[in-house]
C-alpha cells in the first residue's frame, strides 16, 4: 500500500451581510448574504484505506457517519459509482464549531474536492455546486470561497471580485449556536419591516472605500443576542476597541470586528482578549480564494 499522502485547506468564512427574506415552504429561509473567506483553515488529508474513515483532532467534533465530512464523501461515492474506493481521512480543526463560520461546511467542500482528486473523478464544476447544495447552503461557497454573493437559501453563489484587504478579530465564545435554533427563533420577526440593501450595491461593495458598512445588517443577530446576552456585550466590546464594524458571524456564535489597520486590530485583541479570557480571540483577515492544496511536504 502506497503512503501517498494528499493534503487540503479550506478558510473560514463570515457573513458581511445577512438578509433574512422569507421562510420559504420547504423550511428554509430565503436569504441574501454577502460571504466573506477569511484566514483561518481547516486541514483535511487522505492516505490510503480500503474503505473510508475519518479520525480528527478535534474533542468537540464526532467522527461518526453523520459528520459532513463522511457524508460528503458517501454521497461522492454514490453519485461518481465508486462505492467500492475508500481513503483514511484525517481532519484538523481550526474553524470553530457551531460557531458560524462555516466550519463543516468547509470541511463537506474540502472532502469534495479532495475525494475527487484522489479518487481521480474530475467531476464537472456544476455537478460539484450541486452535490454541494445536496451537503448543506453553505457548502457551494467554499467550493471557490473569496467574495461571494450567495441567494436562494444560501446555496446559489454569485462569485464576486474580492472585497478588499482587512483585517478581522475573531471571537469566539466557550459556547456555539446550532443554526437550526437561530433560524426558528425568528418566528415573527420577519414580519418586521426589512431593510432594503440592493443587489447592485452587495455585488459592487468595496472595503474600506464604500461606508455601506451601515445599511448592512445580519437579520439573526437580535435572535442570537436574546439568546446569549454575552454576545452582544462582546460585539459593542469590539465597537468600543475600535472595530469599524462588529457583528454576529452566521448564525454564530462567533463575533467579529473588522479594522483598516494591523496595529488597531492587535490592540483590540489585547484588550478584548482581557475582557474574555475565556474566549478565543483570532487575528484574522479577508482572503482572496478558497481551497489551497498542499503535499507530503508540508
Ligand atoms: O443547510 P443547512 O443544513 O446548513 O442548514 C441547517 C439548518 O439551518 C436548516 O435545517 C434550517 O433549519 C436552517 N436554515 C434555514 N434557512 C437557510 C439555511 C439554514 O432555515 N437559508
Redesign the pocket.
Known amino acids: 500500500m502506497s503512503d501517498r499522502t494528499l493534503r487540503v485547506e479550506v478558510p473560514g468564512k463570515i457573513n458581511l451581510h445577512l438578509q433574512v427574506l422569507a421562510r420559504r415552504p420547504d423550511?428554509?429561509?430565503?436569504?441574501q448574504t454577502l460571504y466573506q473567506a477569511v484566514d483561518i483553515w481547516d486541514r483535511l488529508s487522505a492516505t490510503s484505506a480500503s474503505r473510508l474513515t475519518l479520525a480528527s483532532d478535534s474533542l468537540e467534533l464526532d467522527c461518526g457517519d453523520d459528520n459532513l465530512v463522511l457524508r460528503a464523501a458517501r454521497l461522492l461515492q454514490r453519485k461518481a459509482g465508486v462505492a467500492d474506493r475508500g481513503a483514511a481521512l484525517r481532519l484538523e480543526k481550526a474553524i470553530p464549531v457551531r460557531g458560524g463560520m462555516g466550519g463543516g461546511?468547509a470541511d463537506a467542500a474540502a472532502a469534495l474536492i479532495l475525494l475527487d482528486r484522489w479518487w481521480e473523478l474530475r467531476t464537472p464544476e456544476a455537478r460539484m455546486q450541486e452535490l454541494a447544495a445536496e451537503l448543506?447552503?453553505?457548502v457551494p461557497f467554499f467550493l471557490r470561497g473569496g467574495s461571494a454573493l450567495g441567494l436562494g437559501?444560501?446555496e446559489r453563489i454569485q462569485t464576486l471580485p474580492f472585497v478588499g484587504d482587512c483585517h478581522v478579530l475573531l471571537l469566539h465564545p466557550p459556547f456555539g449556536i446550532a443554526?437550526?435554533e437561530a433560524?426558528?427563533g425568528l418566528g415573527s420577526r420577519l414580519t418586521l419591516p426589512r431593510i432594503g440593501v440592493s443587489l447592485p450595491r452587495l455585488k459592487s461593495f468595496k472595503w474600506p472605500q464604500d461606508n455601506d458598512f451601515g445599511v448592512f445588517v445580519n437579520d439573526l443577530e437580535s435572535v442570537v443576542f436574546d439568546l446569549r446576552s454575552e454576545l452582544r456585550s462582546a460585539s459593542a466590546e469590539l465597537k468600543q476597541a475600535g472595530a469599524r464594524v462588529a457583528m454576529l458571524s452566521g448564525?454564530g456564535s462567533t463575533v467579529f470586528g473588522l479594522f483598516d489597520q494591523l496595529s488597531s486590530a492587535r490592540r483590540a485583541a489585547e484588550k478584548v482578549g482581557s475582557a474574555y479570557p475565556e474566549w478565543r480571540v483570532v487575528l484574522s483577515r479577508f482572503v482572496r480564494g478558497g481551497v489551497r492544496w498542499g503535499s507530503n511536504a508540508d
Open positions: 423550511g428554509y429561509h430565503e436569504l461546511s448543506g447552503s453553505d437559501r444560501g443554526t437550526a433560524f426558528a448564525s
